[in-house]
T-cell receptor, first 115, second 115 residues
Framework: DSGVTQTPKHLITATGQRVTLRCSPR?????VYWYQQSLDQGLQFLIQ???????AKGNILERFSAQQFPDLHSELNLSSLELGDSALYFC??????????????FGPGTRLTVT | AQTVTQSQPEMSVQEAETVTLSCTYD???????LFWYKQPPSRQMILVIR????KQQNATENRFSVNFQKAAKSFSLKISDSQLGDAAMYFC????????????WGAGTKLIIKP
């Protein structure tokens, strides 16, 4: 158990809908990362937050957005869903966003199926 | 461009034997960190081992060790005494000092353990 929690574990929804994925980082970790992993593929970095502020953006679609709240939990919002958005969405956390490098610890992921 | 290449899409090894997974990367930075992550069928991402580029000594974690060749930009993972529980996708990744810890990922190697 990495200490990172994600809810829900599974999500099935229809095209055109909007969903929200939630992540709680490890206790004390200020940095949160979101990744997308499509079937049998590697991870694609989406976005990073540090202590409530957006730090870096990767290959995140305009239909997707995220935020990190004062209690450090983060939400990833996916709207106007398409079949191709079906994937495993991971959240990871690390203690800081600069200075000494820390590992990223991953949550169990949310499996999103768009039908 | 910063890239990570895992040239072996799939590897198989007999239980109790040793296997080496290859990883090469491309960066112009001198200060960076390398990781191997494991993703078993549960899809959980688990950190296996990390290596700081400034350290010449190869990292070791129990049955897992790396062969880090900085000049060759190579970072291979050796698994000794392979066990059935080692069956998973293995991802190589790296991050550089000022990248907000963004991980650059390889495509992964699927490791099959033959009983």
């Amino acid at each position: 158990d990495s200490g990172v929690t994600q809810t829900p574990k599974h999500l099935i929804t229809a095209t055109g809908q909007r969903v929200t994925l939630r992540c709680s980082p490890r206790s004390g970790d200020l940095s949160v990362y979101w990744y997308q992993q499509s079937l049998d593929q590697g991870l694609q970095f989406l976005i990073q937050y540090y202590n409530g502020e957006e730090r870096a953006k990767g290959n995140i679609l305009e239909r997707f957005s995220a935020q990190q709240f004062p209690d450090l939990h983060s939400e990833l919002n996916l709207s106007s869903l398409e079949l191709g958005d079906s994937a495993l969405y991971f959240c990871a956390s690390s203690p800081r966003a600069s200075g000494r490098i820390y590992e990223q610890y991953f949550g169990p992921g949310t499996r999103l199926t768009v039908t | 461009a910063q890239t990570v290449t895992q040239s072996q899409p799939e590897m198989s090894v007999q239980e109790a034997e040793t296997v080496t997974l290859s990883c090469t990367y491309d960066t112009s930075e001198s200060d960076y960190y390398l990781f191997w992550y494991k993703q078993p069928p549960s899809r959980q991402m688990i950190l296996v081992i990390r290596q700081e580029a400034y350290k010449q000594q190869n990292a070791t974690e129990n049955r897992f060790s790396v062969n880090f060749q900085k000049a060759a930009k190579s970072f291979s993972l050796k698994i000794s005494d392979s066990q059935l529980g080692d069956a998973a996708m293995y991802f190589c990744a790296y991050t550089i000092w000022d990248s907000n810890y963004q991980l650059i990922w390889g495509a992964g190697t699927k490791l099959i353990i033959k009983p």
